[in-house]
């Protein structure tokens, strides 16, 4: 079912049951941005740090991201009318980690505002966008959340990467088109 590389230059078909880190590493060979998604609960703000974040619909403005599960944070997240995706720049590899756990207050000392409609604000992120879910499907251990957009807002600066297990950086191979 998998194959899994024996060295740089070969890949083996391996018969045989399911290979979960294999499967695991090969999605990590799929470089991602990051972003942290926040909404408001009736115990306060809620935050998770999630790369599963990927554009659907240009027009209207659609996005989808899943939630794990099997996060302290699912039920929070599975229930919510209205979130926000923060994308995280180069420089946030720290609040990364912070919303990556749930045993810290990921929200103390940090600058937040709030939407027209409660939900928490992260700054100095790269873009943000302001959601309204639309629908939510099954996706084995993940729930698939889709959201329409209702505003957005962005700055100049480079995204931060999370490939392979590890944080990185974009390099650019120049100006040219990507077609
Ligand atoms: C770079 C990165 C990306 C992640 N992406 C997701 C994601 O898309 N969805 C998700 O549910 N958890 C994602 N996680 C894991 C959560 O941030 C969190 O660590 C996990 O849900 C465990 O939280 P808990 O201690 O509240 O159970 C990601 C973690 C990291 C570091």
Redesign the pocket.
Known sequence: MFQVPQSNRAMHFVPGPYRKREFRDALGRFATG?TVVTTATADGPVG??????ASVSLDPPVVL????R????FAAFADCERFAVHVLAADQVDL?RR????TVDAFAGLDIEESAEGVPLLSGCLSRFECTRLAAHEGGD?LIVVAGVTGACLRDGDPLV?SRGGYGRFDRFGEGSPT
Not at 48 to 53: D, G, H, K, L
Not at 99 to 102: G, I, K, L, T
């Open positions: 990051v998770i740090t999630a790369n599963s974040f991201w899943s939630i794990g099997h996060s302290s944070r990364s919303f990556a756990r749930s993940h999370f």
